[in-house]
């Protein structure tokens, strides 16, 4: 026998008790430090709480000043949204010798109402959209939008979603969302040639809650859980080839992946995002899976100048009812009106820079050449082209990145226009 009883019931408090000395002792080591942050001073905001920026730049303190990252504090402000990226970030002398995080920052407009507004063959569209990024000063993001579409003095559709995520919802490193939406109106796919191949009009209503985790500054994963009701009008007069009503339990999975610093008025370097759903019928239908996947590259090669390469694509076989359109970028030479397809897959060779930079903001030019092939209905269908197009980064706004797209579709020998609005990253 190796061990007596006494030896193991002693070996036992030992280890508890050096277990004890050990927890303890980095606060012993902090208190006797000289180069010991212990506070965080944040100077300038009105609105956003401290506790907002402490989430945001995710440091406990007190902590050793060689173990607090300026460059990855600075970072994570910067790809909060809510602050100008002019800002300063340093450690400052206390009068008891430690130091203090100085953060002096200045706070980005975070409320935007956008109006809705477009006309083409198939009829108008209008409405409005409500942004808020950092509601009630917590960092949460709310968005509201509300349309109506129509032909004429007719009213033949409305929509709306409601929904928040994060900022307040947030607990530790698990980021909370919750969106809702519905609508009634007329779902038309088209093929590349503009030729409608499937017309029916529906009734949706989904709920989806999910949940982020952020593994470190680099990766992320999430899940998400929806219920998606779809109840196709089945004595609409100009139905064209009309699904089933569906009604679904959708579960999904995600893995984003971004390793990128701010420099000028982009963010450069590389970033994925992997995404999966499968969905159980609530009413006898088929089980459907659907995945998606992005990467993209973005480089500074000359000072302020922006070069980016993207590939983006997604398979599955999701019911006509649960299809997204195709758009952004590697889709730009699409038909703007009724581009969906369970498979498609496309890639982007796009170049910016800034004609215009002032205090207010930056003004680019950008041109790009993208392709793909996507699968409407039945076949799979080539398109590629190139275009240009302008972007207005505004430095005191949350959503600054604004802009317009003109792209040729060789194949259709079509030209396309799509608006451009996000983040300017």
């Not at 203090?100 to 569209?125: F, K, Q």
């Amino acid at each position: 026998m190796l061990f007596r009883p006494g030896s193991t019931m002693f070996l036992c408090v030992s280890i508890v008790v050096v277990g004890i000395l050990l927890s303890g002792a980095p606060l012993r080591l902090y208190a006797e430090s000289s180069d010991l942050v212990v506070e965080l001073e944040v100077v300038g905001p009105r609105r956003t709480r401290e506790t907002t920026v402490r989430r945001i730049i995710d440091l406990e303190l007190p902590a050793p000043a060689s173990e607090v990252d300026l460059g990855r504090v600075r970072e994570r402000l910067v790809r909060s949204g809510l602050f100008v990226n002019e800002m300063v970030v340093e450690l400052v002398p206390t009068e008891s010798g430690n130091k203090r995080l100085r953060l002096e920052l200045e706070e980005r407009w975070t409320l935007l109402p956008l109006p809705i507004a477009g006309y083409s063959d198939g009829g108008w569209i209008a409405g409005l959209a409500l942004i808020e990024s950092n509601l009630w000063g917590t960092g949460t993001f709310l968005l509201s939008v509300a349309t109506l579409r129509g032909d004429g003095a007719k009213v033949d559709s409305w929509g709306g979603t409601l929904g928040v995520s994060g900022g307040v919802l947030q607990r530790g490193q698990v980021k909370p969302s919750l969106f809702f939406s519905g609508g009634v109106g007329e779902e038309e796919y088209v093929a590349p040639n503009g030729t409608a191949y499937r017309r029916f009009r529906q009734t949706r209503l989904s709920g989806r809650l999910g949940l982020g985790y952020e593994l470190s500054d680099t990766y992320e994963i999430g899940a998400s859980g929806e219920v998606a009701w779809n109840e196709v009008d089945n004595d609409y007069s100009d139905s064209l080839r009309a699904p089933n009503s569906t009604l679904y339990y959708i579960q999904g999975l995600s893995l984003e992946a971004e390793s990128r610093r701010f420099t000028s008025f982009f963010l450069a370097g590389p970033s994925a995002s992997i995404r999966y759903r499968h969905g159980f019928p609530l009413d006898g239908a088929e089980h459907f899976d659907a995945a998606s996947v992005r990467m993209d590259y973005t480089a500074a090669p000359f000072g302020r100048h922006k070069l980016m390469v993207a590939a983006v694509g997604n398979i599955g076989n999701e019911p006509p009812t649960q299809l997204s359109g195709l758009g952004g970028t590697g889709y730009r030479t699409l038909p703007s009106r009724g581009s969906a397809a369970p498979g498609a897959a496309a890639a982007a060779l796009e170049y910016e820079f800034p004609v215009l930079s002032r205090s207010w903001g930056t003004f680019t030019l950008l041109g790009f050449g993208e392709g793909g092939s996507y699968k409407p209905d039945g076949e799979w269908q080539e398109f590629y082209g190139p275009g240009a197009g302008f972007r207005l980064y505004l430095a005191r706004v949350a959503i600054p990145a604004l802009g317009f797209n003109f792209a040729y579709n060789i194949v259709e020998g079509e030209f396309v226009g799509s608006v451009a609005l996000g983040m300017a990253f």
